[in-house]
């Protein structure tokens, strides 16, 4: 490598990672990259780094012992135990890592990662965060041994997993004769029926990496099954789960992860979920090669700026800011295995998904809810409330393993990580989730936010998708008929139309209740409709634009719905407006105002409440109620008082405006609502 590039080599990686060039003289002919940056040898020619290059991600599975990481060496050269512990004892502790680049046919180049996880019981936790990113296992079991406890529970972690390719592959096959190696093989292919691994579709490969037979044959294997692998979508929005964290001398904060989803470039600045804080990528390694970008599917290393690695923990994901949002709760499908445990509502588990690891309570939605468990092999749907949140999409999968004693009973994908409380028709909201397409998600999605409204910003969080597919998902729509769109808020016709219906309904009921009345005030009728600020606007402007409303100001009403008052009515509404024009801020009281009209009680009331309605008159409080004008001319007036003080008191407020204490202290009171003054312990302060 060039002095003074960035290299992601801590102390603990160099147990596994050398040199290049020590690396190379490991590798076997033809899969050699120690060159200079810019080019690679594969099958002895030399090719860009641009050119095309797939990459995939390749994980391990099986029992203690049983030989992973010896086969991942044989692979690629490259041991991928990096603890002093895991040498000495001989055993994977932690998940380690290799890489491998082999030429394909028509010049592209297949870069596999590899991902070699620990066997123990023990670790299997440490396993669940290796093997969340896979495109493809080595299903890796002993010829001398056969199938044992964690070949079955690793197995059935990448099934729940949808782990799609895989080989099973045989180790140390020169420890026993070819009769037991043909018993085995008969075993396994056996214990494989049925399964994606299933010997019909995929062979059982016999090695030994001690002499190295079979492995050629392995890597053809290895070839032909990724061909059948679609690339990883590295135009989607980028993301990145994290699981491991340590300081380069020099550099700072590295992390690596694999790269599951996008693109992720130097100088790029990303969000740390859950944390929410930002950081800024100084150095991109892909491999253990420096590079200006990593794209889905690969090993990535990120050095950090804006962090310390005190405040990354494996578990984190890095994705675009200002774009997703960390879920305490989350809706999904979830599976029991047939050897699990009836899991009862509200059961605890340990859940985990990708690198994260958690505690959860599962509730049971749905018709589950009220069978109170799921019975072993079935499947439900769920609500997982979580101790810690994180960043959760639709299509992520998860594992849960029982409370305690801790063993795998199930796992299953999310479906939604922004779930709404008390949903009606959440199962079928689950099932088109579940189980329809695009555009059958999108639909459902805008329908369950009816009369709030989603906008593309929030659509993005929700899903996971770009803006660019959603937008050309919406170009599909027939619209006006599915869906209305103002600007970037999305509104499902269907509900936009039965607020429309709403509204126009809620004014008439108003009209007739109150003939006296101008109209119904916008807060009244919004609170009425039960809709969001948006989009309720949105369904008042266009039925005014359809002239079926009127809009006076802060008041709506049916076109030609006015304010007919017979003569003793239009009367009283003078005389009680000049009673209180009149008496500047020495007003009446209310009831003595009203005591000397013609009308009845009940329509003098509603004659003060038109009064109040157009703001004619305010209330001041319960029992004091003043002209506009006298109120505009008060605030006129402390203005002028500010210049001569900022201050003001009771004393000084009663002889500027000449009033009793009984109004007084109302009259202050209101001012500091309206913000013209603000109390300060017996004073006011003149803003």
């Known amino acids: 490598m060039r002095k003074g590039c960035f290299q992601i080599y801590s102390r603990i990686e160099k147990a596994c990672i050398a040199s290049v060039d020590a690396r190379e003289r490991r590798r076997p002919a033809g899969c050699r990259v120690g060159v200079p940056p810019t080019h690679r040898v594969a099958g002895g020619r030399r090719y860009s780094i641009l050119s095309r290059m797939k990459s995939v991600i390749v994980g391990t599975a099986g029992h203690i012992d049983h030989g992973k990481t010896a086969l991942v060496k044989a692979l690629t050269g490259i041991d991928a135990d990096r603890l002093e512990e895991e040498k000495r004892r001989g055993i994977t502790i932690d998940i380690g890592f290799a890489h491998l680049e082999l030429p394909l046919p028509g010049g592209e180049i297949l870069r596999l990662g590899f991902v070699d996880v620990p066997g123990h019981e023990r670790f299997v936790r440490n396993m669940l965060a290796g093997v969340g990113g896979i495109d493809l296992v080595l299903l890796v079991i002993a010829a001398d041994e056969s199938i044992k406890p964690q070949t079955r529970e690793h197995f059935d972690i990448c099934r729940l997993l949808s782990v799609r390719r895989g080989i099973a592959v045989l180790t140390k096959s020169d420890l026993v004769d070819r009769e037991t190696l043909d018993v085995v093989k008969l075993e396994v292919e056996e214990f494989l029926r049925d399964s994606f691994l299933d010997p019909g579709h995929s062979s059982v490969i016999a090695v030994s990496s001690l002499t190295g037979a079979g492995i050629d044959e392995l890597r053809q294997a290895l ?90 923990t494996r578990g984190m994901v890095l994705a675009p800011p200002s774009t997703f949002h960390s879920s305490s709760r989350a809706d999904v499908s979830l599976a029991l295995l047939p050897s699990a445990k009836p899991l009862k509502d509200r059961a605890r588990v340990h859940l985990h998904a990708f690198t994260f690891e958690t505690i959860a309570t599962v509730v049971l939605v749905g018709q ?180 079926k409303l009127e809009v006076a100001g802060e008041v709506v009403h049916l076109p030609g719905q006015g304010v007919v008052m017979q003569d003793e009515e239009a009367e009283s509404h003078k005389i009680i407006e000049h009673a209180f024009a009149s008496a500047g801020l020495k007003v009446p009281a209310l009831k003595d105002v009203l005591t000397g009209l013609k009308v009845d009680k009940a329509r003098a009331q509603k004659i003060v409440t038109l009064l109040l309605r157009d703001k004619v008159l305010v209330k001041v409080s319960e029992d004091l109620v003043f002209h506009r004008d006298a109120l505009l001319n008060l605030r006129m007036r402390m203005s002028s008082e500010k210049t001569k003080s900022p201050k003001i008191d009771v004393a000084r407020f009663k002889d500027m405006t000449g009033v009793t204490r009984k109004y007084a202290i109302p009259l202050l009171e209101y001012l500091d609502r309206e913000h013209v003054t603000r109390r300060v312990g017996d004073e006011r302060v003149i803003l």
Request: charged share 25%; hydrophobic share 45%; net charge positive.
């Open 223 to 312: 070839v032909k099954s990724v061909a059948e692998i679609p690339a990883r979508d590295s135009s989607a929005l980028a993301r990145l789960p994290i699981d491991r964290v340590f300081t380069m001398k020099g550099f700072g904060a590295v992390v690596t992860g694999t790269l599951v989803s996008g693109t992720i470039r130097k100088e790029d600045e990303l969000e740390v979920f859950p944390s929410g804080r930002r950081v800024r990528i100084r150095g991109v390694q892909v491999h253990g090669q420096s590079a200006d970008l990593a794209v889905a599917g690969q090993r990535t290393a990120l050095n950090l700026t804006g962090v310390s690695t005190q405040e990354m």
């Open 368 to 547: 589950r809810s009220g069978q109170k468990q799921v019975s072993p092999g079935e499947n439900a749907f769920a609500q997982l409330r979580l101790a810690e949140p994180t960043l959760l999409l639709p299509g992520d999968r998860f594992i849960m393993r029982q409370f305690s004693p801790v063993v795998t009973i199930g796992g299953g994908v999310v479906l939604d990580a922004t779930p709404i409380s008390r949903m009606p028709g959440i199962e079928a909201f689950l099932q088109t989730l579940a189980e329809g397409d695009a555009l059958s998600i999108l639909r459902a999605r805008l329908a369950r936010r009816s009369r709030i409204g989603i906008t593309i910003t929030e659509l993005i969080a929700e899903t996971g998708w770009s803006r660019q597919a959603i937008e050309a998902y919406l170009s599909t729509f027939a619209r006006p008929a599915e869906v209305s769109r103002f600007g970037d808020l999305l509104v499902h016709q269907p509900a936009l139309e039965e607020l429309k219906s709403l509204i126009i309904n809620a004014v008439a009921g108003f009209h007739k209740k109150n003939p006296l009345v101008a109209g119904i005030s916008k807060e009244e009728l919004r609170d009425q409709a039960e809709a969001s600020g948006q989009v309720f606007t949105v369904a008042l402007d266009t039925l005014v634009r359809e002239r």
